[in-house]
């Protein structure tokens, strides 16, 4: 048992709770500690393939501008040589 779940189990078993209730309680309550946790620190492929896709644009995108400012300055360059 983690921290949690023995301080859980130790204070019910103070109150008077029997072991297997007390301890049946603690561990539900780790478990659902664990499964929020889960559940919010996760992503899955979809997220990963939608952050994928938006980089991916990005970049491109990014890409495009670099060569078009490219083009532009050697076009000012050469214009005024």
Do not use: C
């Not at 209730?21 to 659902?32: L, N, P, R």
């Not at 664990?34 to 990005?58: F, M, P, Q, Y």
């Amino acid at each position: 048992m983690t921290d949690l779940a023995l301080t859980v189990f130790d204070a019910l078993q103070a109150a008077g709770v029997p072991n297997d209730k007390a301890k049946a309680v603690a561990e539900s309550i780790k478990e659902s500690i664990r499964e929020s946790v889960h559940e919010r620190n996760l992503v899955t492929k979809a997220d990963l393939e939608a952050a994928k896709s938006e980089l991916i644009k990005w970049y491109v995108g990014i890409a495009m501008a670099q060569v078009a400012a490219f083009v532009f300055l050697i076009a000012r360059v050469l214009g005024k040589a």
